[in-house]
């Protein structure tokens, strides 16, 4: 589904992402741990085409991504949440919704998209008319992510989706992400909570100074904690 074929990715001249390489199959959920500052977010956002210096080849579904602006990615089938969410205030629920339908190039089918994400995200659905930025950080989260699976994506990549939300928000964001994963979303994960995103993954890479370190099957992973204190350890 995703293949990274040796990413490299500079800030100024700074040079982050040294000669990645992974792949993600379809269907499969994969985490891509380490710790702050390993170049994760910057990995998620020169596979979305956010960023102006990288090189390297990323394809999705077999076609080549370079080039293409992060609009386009999107409507290809490969949404993103980003850390910061990015809810617009003065907007309700219902309106940040359309935002997402209308940005995935099906504004005509709204109606029945509304209709599924009322039904996959009940704390959601009694919240469409209320401002969005009035909820709580977890419910902020869930409509990043609902706006973001609007589209019905193939893929999608989510940056610490548990960051600053409570536990019990936490399990209920995972079991959707699981369901995601049942119809068949593909999904690569970014997380500060390793063993949480063990939990829901077939496989995990560790990213260190930017380069990746370690690749192994997520059961193995979560039975290796001296790997997990190694390189993942805040
Ligand atoms: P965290 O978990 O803290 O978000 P991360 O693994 O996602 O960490 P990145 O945010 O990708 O790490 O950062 C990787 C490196 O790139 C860090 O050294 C960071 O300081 C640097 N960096 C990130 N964004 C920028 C930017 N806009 N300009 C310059 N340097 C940046």
Redesign the pocket.
């Known amino acids: 589904m995703l293949k990274i074929d040796k990413l490299n990715a500079w ?2 001249t ?1 040079h ?1 992402l040294q000669d990645v390489s992974l792949h993600v199959d379809r269907g499969e959920v994969v985490s891509l741990l ?10 998620l956002k020169s596979v979305m085409g956010l960023l102006k210096k990288t090189a390297g080849a990323v394809s999705f579904k077999g076609a080549d991504l370079l080039g293409l602006p992060a609009h386009a990615r999107y409507r290809h089938g490969l949404a993103y949440v980003p ?1 910061e969410r990015r809810i617009v205030p003065g907007m309700t629920v219902l309106e940040n919704l359309r935002l997402g339908i209308i940005a995935s190039g099906k504004a005509k089918d709204e109606r029945a998209i509304i209709e599924r994400i009322a039904a996959t995200f009940p704390r959601l659905k009694e919240r469409l008319g209320q401002e969005a930025v009035t909820m709580s950080g977890g419910e902020q989260q869930m409509l990043a992510i609902a706006r973001a699976t609007a589209a019905g994506p193939d893929m999608i990549l989510l ?2 989706p548990s960051e600053g939300i409570m536990p019990v928000l936490v399990d209920e964001m995972f079991e959707l992400f699981l369901a995601l994963k049942r119809q068949g979303t593909t999904i690569l994960l ?1 997380e ?1 909570s390793v063993e949480t995103a063990l939990g829901i993954s077939d496989r995990a890479y560790i ?1 260190d100074q ?1 380069a990746i370190v370690y690749s192994e099957r997520a059961d193995a992973m979560l039975a290796d904690p001296a790997i997990q204190e190694r390189y993942c350890a805040v």
């Open positions: 800030y100024g700074s982050i380490g710790r702050n500052g390993a170049g994760k977010t910057t990995l850390e940056d610490e970014v500060q990213l930017g």
